[in-house]
């Protein structure tokens, strides 16, 4: 069996490890030039380009005989200080892109994971939230990918293409490049939380969403 990661490299690279580890055969799909470490099948691409998607994706289908299995989609702009039209063009101009492509593609791709955002729920639940709980995203960023999924699943209703979403936590592991909170994590020092207020932070390692992406 063959997949496809369109990928952020930084989860990207620790799925290829766990799928690698299953036995499967991996390709990736990324922006970036291709690490002199990586010994895998590599497109670089720009996921908001049809043209790129469409190219990165023939020449990963000509290394695994014309055959690809699935496609694990990490691909993602995360910056809540970007724009609500940077992220749309990345989140969800790109996931159809994406999903566009497997569409011609959807007699030899059987299945798309997406990973998702718990910010898709938004900030206003105050109790511990549950997969069925409606999507109220209360920043750009969540919203994006929650139309993200709403495009994945439109055309998951007309082509054979399997799809799902998983909607992750925030992040964290080895070589996170991320906010001071992260960076506390990193020194033991661990999150500030202002004791007069009531704070809850979810988060997972990457390590557990790449496992979770490679077993979905």
């Not at 290829?16 to 990736?28: D, F, N, P, T």
């Not at 101009?93 to 299945?111: A, P, Y």
């Amino acid at each position: 069996s063959s997949d496809v990661c369109s990928s952020d490299l930084w989860i990207g690279r620790e799925v290829v490890k766990q799928s690698l580890a299953e036995g499967y055969k991996v390709g990736i799909l990324d922006y970036l030039s291709k690490p002199a470490d990586l010994k895998v099948p590599y497109a670089q691409a720009d996921i908001t380009s049809k043209e790129s998607v469409e190219d990165a994706f023939s020449y990963l289908e000509s290394s695994f005989n014309d055959h690809i299995d699935g496609v694990f989609h990490l691909a993602a702009l995360f910056n809540y200080s970007s724009s609500f039209s940077d992220l749309y063009k990345v989140n969800v101009q790109g996931t159809e892109n994406i999903v566009k492509e497997l569409f011609q593609r959807s007699s030899r791709v059987k299945k798309l994971i997406h990973l998702g955002a718990a910010a898709s729920y938004g900030d206003d639940y105050e109790e511990k939230i549950k997969e069925n709980f409606e999507l109220k995203p209360t920043e750009d960023y969540g919203l994006t990918k929650m139309l993200a999924e709403k495009v994945l699943f439109d055309y998951n209703r007309v082509t054979r293409v399997q799809a799902a979403t998983l909607r992750a936590p925030m992040i964290y592991g080895e070589d996170c490049k991320g906010t001071y909170m992260f960076n506390r994590f990193k020194a033991a020092e661990g999150p500030l939380i202002d004791p007069m207020k009531q704070t809850s932070n979810s988060y997972a390692h990457r390590e557990d969403v790449a496992r979770a992406v490679v077993h979905a």
